[in-house]
């Protein structure tokens, strides 16, 4: 038996199939995974992620501390709720995780960390804040339910507490906001998700999550389990942890170099020497969206030939169901341009396109 979070009750009066999740007991789906994605590309569908780890950093120097320590340049954020994503990098350039970061007042941020490295993510940081002066909370206390769709803003609206339905309407992508009402002040809404649609993140008392959750169905929102998510990020061209990035490679191999902030060029941040390093001398691969042109399907750890260049490998692939073919994302030679061919079975090549991603952006396909 693995953690469970303060939902599981709900998952199982619902039906939920059930599986292991970096340690955590987690609904892989509630009867159809296809349904359950149709649902969030076309109205609601809402997702108990609250195994993810939320930590929050207060201290006088803390935005000092994480411009040292994350890729991206938190200098950025100016307004209170403001959101950043960036890696979490290792002195050698390589991501240690990816991450949101949350703007909420001048001693204090939120990060937003993946749970399957929550534990090295948190002796990471901490090994890191005592220099600043900064001190590290993990949250356990919280839950964390995404609610993503068209419609999903409408529905949540109308189910969040007091006054910080108000305000979560007045959100701009990427921003969030902390309950300011009576019995508000451990909640949390921001418009961010991982679906390529509309919606929020929705952070509140553990005690409280089952009863939102509860509020959230009667507004016609459906549950939805790992699998969609995992289809619905890959097609946002979104990367998975673990999956096309982790330990081995840097954001400018996992096409996540728009995440680094190299300027101002002062700014020191963990990994920087090794990144600006590969810069001068360039990368020898790259992470690229793949649609395949036959009958198979691409999945990760296949292998990709690029007829003259080199070799590479599937680390995302599988059904689009808004696009109905495979798609992927591969590490590839850098010189990859246009093609490149797939081992979906052994001894079996197809033939693929080398697209730019998103395939899928707020219910919209890219490709045909």
Sequence with gaps: MGNK????????????????????????????????HHRVRRAAGMFDVSHMAVVDLHGLRVRAFLRTL???????????????????????????????????????????V???????????????????????????????????????RMRTLNVLPGTLSSAADQL??????????????????????????????????????????KALLAAGVVPCGLGARDTLRLEAGMNLYGNDMDETVTPLESGLAWTVAFVPRERDFVGRA????????????????????GRGMMRHGHAVKVPGVGEGIVTSGGFSP??????????????????????????????ARVVKTPFVRFGKSHWT
């Design 322 to 351: 808004t696009l109905g073919r495979s798609i992927a994302f591969a590490r590839v030679p850098a010189a990859t341009t246009t093609e490149c061919h797939v081992e979906v079975r052994p001894g079996q090549w197809l033939t």
């Design 274 to 293: 090794a990144l600006d390093a590969q810069r001068t001398v360039g990368v020898s691969y790259k992470l690229v969206g793949l649609i395949v042109e």
């Design 114 to 152: 993946n749970a399957s490295t929550r534990t090295k993510d948190l002796a990471w940081i901490q090994s890191h804040a005592s220099a600043f002066g900064v001190a590290v909370r993990e949250r356990t206390d919280l839950a964390m339910i995404a609610v993503q769709g068209p419609e999903a």
């Design 172 to 213: 701009l992508p990427f921003q969030g906001k902390i309950g300011e009402g009576v019995g508000e002040e451990d909640w949390f809404v921001a418009r961010t998700g991982y679906t390529g649609e509309e919606g929020f993140e929705v952070v509140l008392p553990s005690a409280e999550a089952a009863g939102f959750w």
């Design 70 to 112: 994350l890729a991206n340049d938190v200098a950025r954020l100016t307004t209170p709720g403001k959101a950043l994503y960036s890696c979490l990098l290792d002195t050698q350039g390589h991501v240690l995780d990816d991450l949101i970061a949350y703007f909420l007042t001048e001693d204090w941020f939120r990060l937003v």
């Design 5 to 36: 979070t303060s939902l599981y009750d709900q998952h199982l009066i619902a039906g939920a199939k059930m599986v292991d999740f970096a340690g955590w007991d987690m609904p892989l789906h509630y009867g159809s995974q296809i349904e359950e």
